[in-house]
């Protein structure tokens, strides 16, 4: 991508509990493959990733923090100048969509109020989540929502792509990148 003149560059952050499937997300939608023995993030890992959309190449830096508690001191730090993010939960644990406020709330402080979708991972498993009540969290949040499968690919590419469209339409122009000159 170093040779590739892009017209915008976007911080994203995956955010969520430990468990739901942040990386798994990141690395079918990165990288087009899953691990079957993913490990814990400890602290942050940062992806690159294009995306042209309309014909604008956007370049994706995205971060997938470590959703342990262990790391909640860092994750504002981590969200500083974000353009936007996923709340990532796990469909078949309701108590991960439980601490969406302290997520919100990390990014918020350090972003302000940029995009979020929210996520509802997993969903080639039976849901434990009733959907009324993902519905009321995202409407009373102003978030945008997606059901998605990593394991199957499904909707994974589409989530990007939406949270890309809501950062443009936000009024806000996304972070152009700088010419670049040929050497």
């Known amino acids: 991508m170093s040779s590739v003149n892009v017209d915008f560059v976007h911080k994203l952050v995956i955010l969520g509990d430990s468990g739901v499937g942040k990386t798994s997300l990141v690395e079918r939608y990165v990288y087009d493959s899953l691990s079957p023995d993913m490990a814990q993030t400890i602290g942050a890992v940062l992806h690159v990733k294009a995306l042209d959309l309309e014909g604008r190449l956007h370049k994706l830096v995205i971060w997938d923090l470590g959703g342990g508690e262990s790391f909640a001191e860092l994750r504002e730090q981590y969200c500083a100048n974000a353009s936007g993010a996923f709340f990532v939960v796990d469909r078949t644990r ?19 109020k940029v995009p979020v979708v929210l996520v509802e991972n997993k969903m080639d498993l039976e849901p434990k989540i009733p959907a009324e009540r993902i519905l009321k969290v995202t409407k009373t949040r102003s978030l945008g929502f997606i059901q998605t499968s990593a394991t199957e690919n499904s909707n994974v590419d589409q989530a990007f792509r939406d949270l890309v469209c809501s950062i443009g339409k936000t009024g806000k122009d996304p972070t152009p990148s700088k010419p670049r000159t040929r050497r």
């Not at 990014?107 to 302000?112: D, F």
């Open 94 to 112: 309701p108590e991960t969509l439980d601490s969406i406020g302290v997520w919100l709330e990390a990014l918020y402080t350090a972003a302000g």
